[in-house]
């Protein structure tokens, strides 16, 4: 909700920088969680991360993109991920998402 307001003030560039440094900081703090409620902070710091990513990378390529190839890249970055999230899907749950002739 208030990422819009947030990448207008600082800038998309920075913010994610700051989604970057958020992500690493996860992947130090998650796996080495020695108790519960440290991975639950992990967790909530990838979300967090991720969120600031997904959300403010497809607008970042439309502004820094030429004109006549800035839906190719926003559309581009959008199949890449849902391709990556299916692929991901079909290893941890072949049988709720692929087909036989898809599964990989």
């Known amino acids: 909700m208030i990422q ?15 989604a970057a440094v ?3 900081l996860e992947n130090a ?6 108790h519960i409620a440290m991975f639950l902070v992990g967790r909530y710091i990838i979300d967090f991360g ?3 990513f997904l959300v403010n990378t ?7 993109s030429p004109t006549h190839s800035q839906g190719l890249l ?3 970055f959008t199949f890449t991920l849902e391709c ?8 941890i749950r072949p049988t709720l998402l692929c087909s036989k002739g898809a599964m990989i």
Not at 29 to 34: E, K
Not at 84 to 91: H, K, L, M, Q, S
């Open 84 to 91: 990556a999230t299916y692929v991901y899907g079909c290893r």
């Open 4 to 18: 819009a307001h947030v990448s207008n003030r600082w800038g998309r560039r920075l913010i994610n920088a700051m």
């Open 74 to 76: 926003v559309a581009f």
């Open 29 to 34: 703090v998650q796996p080495g969680s020695v």
């Open 58 to 64: 497809p607008v970042y390529l439309g502004e820094i």
């Open 50 to 52: 991720g969120g600031m």
């Open 22 to 24: 958020l992500l690493i």
